[in-house]
């Protein structure tokens, strides 16, 4: 990969918190996606992006927010339990996205993904110029697919973060 990787970040889609404390019992908190053999949710590898400074930056972006530190991604820490923010922890922890952001990412069209990761390769937070265009296309056509079957669901979207 061709971002910064000090932080793996799994996105995967659930119905509730209630879901997510199930599904991170039967992993026993770890990757919803490297979970035995097969993964343990509809989930996507994300390694380094991160979903409020990174993603974050995507979401604006796709909605057209031009204010930057706009909270797009919103959510908050669902996991684990009894744990305040993701600063008194040292993880992993699992962080649920606002709806918002779940649909700016289901409204990704295929046509769009190409732009959209050109422009996204060229944040602070990436590296690796047009290297890291490839890698980011899929990244986006897979968080966009993971984006539209949870609109779909009724679910949310949820990243499992551990440093």
Known sequence: MVWRVGVLCDYFRAADAASVAKLMQVT???SPIHHGQEPA???VDAKGIEPAVTLGQLVERILGVDDDG???I???LVWPAGAESAEDYEGPWVVVLDDQARDALAGVEAAQVPELATWWSGIEEIYGG???IEPLTGVLTELSGLARRAQAAGDHLY???SL
Request: proline share 0%; net charge negative.
């Open 159 to 161: 990243c499992w973060i």
């Open 28 to 30: 026993d908190g770890g």
């Open 130 to 132: 047009d290297d890291a």
């Open 74 to 76: 919103g959510g908050g």
């Open 70 to 72: 706009a909270d797009v």
């Open 41 to 43: 949710a509809d989930s």
